[in-house]
């Protein structure tokens, strides 16, 4: 799978993990409903896919996942991430996905 990304070197491509990430998801979470008793699975399963596949990329970064799983029930949900990089190289992405 890692033969049909783009090869920047040593760039940042977010097209790149947002595909990755978006595969780990849909194929964790497509069609599923909420089971509290599931979700430390799923997020197992999403963060490890996403991992594995960013690995094969072969590309010299270190990625941190995070992944939040809750039920649709109203709530808020705040979060807060504070960073320091390289604007040239380095980037992130975020997926939101809702069922």
């Known amino acids: 799978m890692a033969e049909a990304f783009q090869d920047d070197g040593g760039?940042?491509?977010?097209?790149?993990?947002?595909?990755?990430?978006?595969?780990?998801i849909h194929s964790t979470l497509n069609?599923?409903?909420?089971?509290?008793?599931?979700?430390n699975e799923w997020t197992n399963n999403?963060?490890?896919g996403?991992?594995?596949?960013?690995?094969?990329?072969g590309r010299p970064f270190k990625y941190i996942i995070t992944c939040v799983?809750?039920?649709?029930?109203?709530?808020g949900l705040n979060t807060s991430t504070s960073m320091f990089w390289?604007?040239?190289?380095?980037?992130?992405?975020?997926?939101p996905w809702q069922n």
Not at 86 to 95: E, F, H
């Open 11 to 24: 760039e940042f491509v977010v097209e790149d993990v947002e595909g990755i990430v978006r595969n780990a």
């Open 31 to 39: 069609e599923v409903n909420y089971n509290s008793k599931k979700v």
């Open 46 to 48: 999403i963060v490890t």
């Open 69 to 75: 799983i809750m039920q649709k029930v109203g709530a």
């Open 86 to 95: 390289d604007a040239a190289k380095d980037g992130y992405c975020k997926i």
């Open 50 to 57: 996403c991992l594995k596949e960013l690995q094969a990329l």
